[in-house]
C-alpha cells in the first residue's frame, strides 16, 4: 500500500502569529487519519511550528532549500539548517519556484541530490502549462521534467521521493483538472518510472495531485487509483477547508 498525503503548501503567506492560530486551529480540527499530513509554512516560521506540532502527528515541511552545504549564498537555507531545527522533507520545483524563480530541471536535479543526500524526503513538484496542454504535449513535458529533474537518482532512493503533478493551469486559478484528467496523468507518470526503473518502484511511489483542490473537489480526485492525495495551496489556508480535505483522503 502506498502511503496517502495531504500536504498544505502555505506559500508566501501568515507571518508568525498567524501561523501559530492557523495551526492551534488544525490541531484541534484536522480529523484522526492514517494519511501523512503536513504543513509548509515559510522558512521563518518553521522552527515555531516544529515546536507546536512536537506533540501533533502533522510533519512540518519546507517549500524550498539550496543545493549547497553552506557557503556564499545570501538568502538562501540549506538541508544542514533545516534539518537542525527537526524538518525532514522538502518540497522542491513548485512551479512558482520554476515560473518566478528560474529553477530549470538541471539546478532542481542538484537540489534533489543535495536533499537525499542529507537523507531528507522531497516532494518534488512539476506540471504542463495550458499552451502544452492545449498542443498535445502535455505528457511530453512531464515525461521531460520527471527525466531531467530526477531519473538519475537510483532507485533505491525512490523510497525518499514524493511526487507532485500540478498543472500550473490549475494552480490558484480555481479550475481543476478533471478527476479525469488527473488519473490519466498519474497513471502515465508511473507507467513512466515503470520503464525507467521498474514496476515495483513505480507501484510503490506516492503521487499527489495538486491545482485548486478544494472540499467540494477532493473526494472525487482522490478516488481515483493512482491519486495518493493532494498538494494543496489556497485551500490549506483555511483550518475548516483544509481538515475537508484530509477527511476526503
Ligand atoms: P492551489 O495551489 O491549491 O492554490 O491551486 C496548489 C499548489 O500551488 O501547490
Known amino acids: 500500500m502506498r502511503n496517502k498525503i495531504v500536504a498544505g503548501n502555505w506559500k508566501m503567506n501568515n507571518n508568525s502569529s498567524e501561523t501559530a492560530e492557523l495551526l492551534t486551529q488544525l490541531i484541534s480540527k484536522i480529523p484522526e487519519t492514517t494519511a501523512e499530513v503536513m504543513v509548509a509554512p515559510t522558512f521563518v516560521n518553521l522552527a515555531q511550528a516544529v515546536k507546536q506540532l512536537s506533540t501533533s502527528s502533522m510533519e512540518v515541511v519546507a517549500q524550498n532549500m539550496h543545493f549547497a552545504e553552506n557557503g556564499a549564498y545570501t538568502g538562501e537555507i540549506s538541508a544542514n539548517m533545516l534539518q537542525s531545527i527537526g524538518i ?3 518540497i522542491l520545483g513548485h512551479s512558482e519556484r520554476r515560473a518566478y524563480f528560474g529553477e530549470d530541471d538541471a539546478l532542481l536535479a542538484k537540489k534533489v541530490d543535495a536533499a537525499l543526500k542529507a537523507n ?7 506540471g504542463e502549462e495550458l499552451q502544452d496542454r492545449k498542443s498535445d504535449n502535455h505528457f511530453k513535458v512531464v515525461e521531460t521534467q520527471l ?3 530526477l531519473f538519475h537518482i537510483d532507485k533505491g532512493q525512490w523510497k525518499q521521493i514524493v511526487l507532485a503533478y ?3 493551469w490549475a494552480i490558484g486559478t480555481g479550475e481543476t483538472a478533471s478527476p479525469e484528467q488527473a488519473q490519466e496523468m498519474h497513471a502515465f507518470i508511473r507507467k513512466t518510472i515503470a520503464g525507467a526503473y521498474d514496476q515495483e518502484t513505480a507501484e510503490m511511489v506516492t503521487i499527489l495531485y495538486g491545482g485548486s483542490v ?3 473537489n477532493a473526494n472525487e480526485i482522490f478516488s481515483k487509483p493512482d491519486v495518493d492525495g493532494g498538494l494543496i495551496g489556497g485551500a490549506a489556508l483555511a483550518a475548516d477547508d483544509f481538515a475537508a480535505i484530509v477527511a476526503a483522503i
Open 214 to 216: 478544494k472540499p467540494g
Open 120 to 126: 531528507m524526503r522531497v516532494i518534488f513538484c512539476f
Open 147 to 149: 527525466k531531467n529533474g
Open 166 to 168: 500540478e498543472p500550473v
Open 88 to 90: 525532514k522533507t522538502v
